[in-house]
């Protein structure tokens, strides 16, 4: 007499065959260097990009061995070719960082229907584990893939909590981080579930049509200081490629050196500095 297969049922230390992230940053450090790995690890993460990010650290040194090498045998200058290595080392960080800001662009634009479909499927009576799991099904990408994430944990016996405790890192939204904490409490507590989703679906929309009326009233400022980034590296390049000496003339005086270091710090500072605004402005 064959035995009849039973299924195997969730359970919590099933979680460990899951596949961990690569990451660089280690946990109860706060030097300089481990900020820069977490701000690294957290910027693959959000970008949604599938490979290593040991590649894109290869790809770095690549593009800055092309670029630099490119320099060299145009104007045969070491002090233009390292500039030219240190700046195609940053294209592939920079292309990340788009990408990062257009996936998460995308996700807020899904983020109110999701959460509007995930209102109407708790009206029908099933459990917030069943109705985040048909969710996620229906999701569009890239907010389906991490609803799809979250549920496959769950569905490898994770409690809710725990599954979504890092989305919102995944992501980098705050959105999100309201939304989890939606979940969570109202499967602990009860509640009105229905009514808070569409209120916060609703909340969403709102913000969104702020930011946009926001963007749209502050474009120039925004160009304006986009083009004041960009000028001081283009014209550093012209002169650098108009005169193979530019640089080692430059920095042949104490005054040069100075006035070099300087204006790089600065630009630095203020890069960084209109950066984090820009930043501020589109947060979700």
Not at 143 to 152: K, M, P, W
Not at 231 to 238: A, E
Request: overall charge neutral.
């Amino acid at each position: 007499m064959a035995l009849e297969a039973k299924p195997i049922q969730p359970r919590a230390e099933f979680q460990s065959i899951l596949r961990h992230r690569e990451e660089f940053a280690t946990d109860h450090q706060d030097d300089v260097s481990n900020q820069v790995n977490r701000w690294f690890d957290r910027l693959m993460i959000q970008s949604g990009w599938s490979i290593s990010p040991t590649i894109v650290l290869m790809l770095c040194l690549y593009t800055g061995i092309a670029i630099g090498g490119t320099a060299f045998v145009i104007q045969e200058n070491l002090l233009s070719t390292a500039f030219a290595f240190c700046a195609g080392c940053l294209i592939p960080i920079l292309v990340a960082m788009i990408v990062r800001s257009r996936r998460q662009t995308t996700m807020m634009k899904q983020l109110p229907a999701v959460i509007e479909e995930l209102a109407r499927a708790a009206k029908t009576g099933r459990s917030l584990d069943d109705c985040f799991q048909m969710v996620a099904e229906d999701a569009p990408s890239p907010l389906g893939d991490e609803f799809q994430v979250c549920a496959r944990r769950m569905q490898m016996g994770t409690d809710m909590a725990t599954a979504l405790e890092d989305m919102p890192e995944r992501t980098g939204l705050v959105s999100l981080n309201i939304l989890a904490t939606t979940l969570v409490v109202h499967q602990q507590t009860g509640g009105d579930l229905v009514e808070v989703l569409e209120r916060l679906s609703q909340t969403i929309r709102d913000r969104l049509l702020f930011l946009g009326r926001l963007r749209a009233a502050t474009i120039a400022s925004r160009a304006t200081a986009i083009l004041m980034i960009a000028i001081p590296p283009l014209v550093f390049t012209f002169f650098a490629m108009r005169d193979p000496e530019y640089l080692n003339n430059l920095m042949a005086s104490s005054w040069g050196r100075a006035a070099t270091t300087t204006a790089v710090v600065l630009q630095l500072v203020g890069s960084i500095w209109v950066l984090r605004i820009l930043k501020t402005s589109q947060r979700g």
